[in-house]
């Protein structure tokens, strides 16, 4: 495999190591962003070499166009029903494997997918690694359509959970506001630390305009962390 040279070698070696966990004849959801890139170039690498059969469900259009043109069968979710295993990248994880994502934006469909999965394998390098949730500000994906309310509506629900002054914490997302792959807007929720992310992940899910969050909680089952000497911890 090819990738030595131009990328982060913690990131490769969490995403070897979840390759390794694949099997001919899976059915597998491939996550966003730079580490899960990673993954789909290493996936594809084996898939040559070993003419594994494989269908894939994409969580993003940006990584069903990367694994299509590497050659590996790319399908709509609906078309393969559930799948054996999803792997994804992460922004933090802690020691619970409860995780923020939507750094790249695309955790609405990541969430569908790993809960379409039997298994969500977590892929990361030691950065992502935190005690706390919410040092990395929490996407949230709110329809356009009554967004200045929904903004009221989170910064209340901040407020009740005793979050901090919250309206100087939500910030949309983009210059040009981030349209995600469904139309959708992104506030970035800069909340420091989430002392209890049930309790927040519960208030922003009671939300209309709320699309949804990027907190994970209880769907990671297994996180490979990646190390600068090729090595990976997994918790
Ligand atoms: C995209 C995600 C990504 O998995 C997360 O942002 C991590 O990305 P990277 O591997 O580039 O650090 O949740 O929505």
Redesign the pocket.
């Known amino acids: 495999m090819s990738q030595e040279t131009q990328v982060d070698p913690a ?1 490769l070696a969490a995403a070897r190591a979840a390759v390794a966990l694949v099997e001919t004849g899976m059915k597998l959801g491939l ?6 890139s990673i993954m789909v170039r290493e996936l594809a690498a084996r898939v040559r070499a070993e003419g594994l059969a494989l269908r894939c469900a994409a969580t ?1 259009q940006a990584t069903a166009d990367l694994a299509a043109s590497l050659g590996l069968r790319v399908e709509s979710l609906d078309e393969i029903g559930w799948l054996d295993l999803t792997i ?4 933090e994880v802690d020691a619970d494997l409860h995780l923020i ?7 609405l469909r ?1 969430k569908i997918v790993a809960a379409a999965s039997n298994r969500m394998v977590v892929i ?1 390098d030691p950065g ?1 690694m935190v005690e706390q949730l919410g040092a990395f500000p929490l ?1 949230v994906e709110v329809l356009a359509f009554g967004f200045e309310t929904t903004r009221v509506l989170i910064r209340r629900a901040l407020e009740a959970l005793e979050l901090g002054e919250c309206d100087v914490l939500q910030r949309l997302r983009g210059s040009e506001p981030w349209i995600t792959d469904e139309g959708n807007l992104i506030l970035d929720l800069h909340l420091g630390c989430i002392p209890d992310p049930v309790l927040l992940a519960r208030a922003l899910a009671a939300i209309p305009g709320v699309v949804e969050h ?1 907190l994970f909680l209880g769907m990671c089952s297994l996180a490979i962390i990646g190390r600068e000497d090729g090595t990976v911890v997994e918790l």
């Open positions: 990131k996550g966003t962003g730079s580490t899960a993003s994804d990248g992460a922004d994502k939507g750094g790249g934006g695309a955790h990541e990361a992502k996407p990027g």
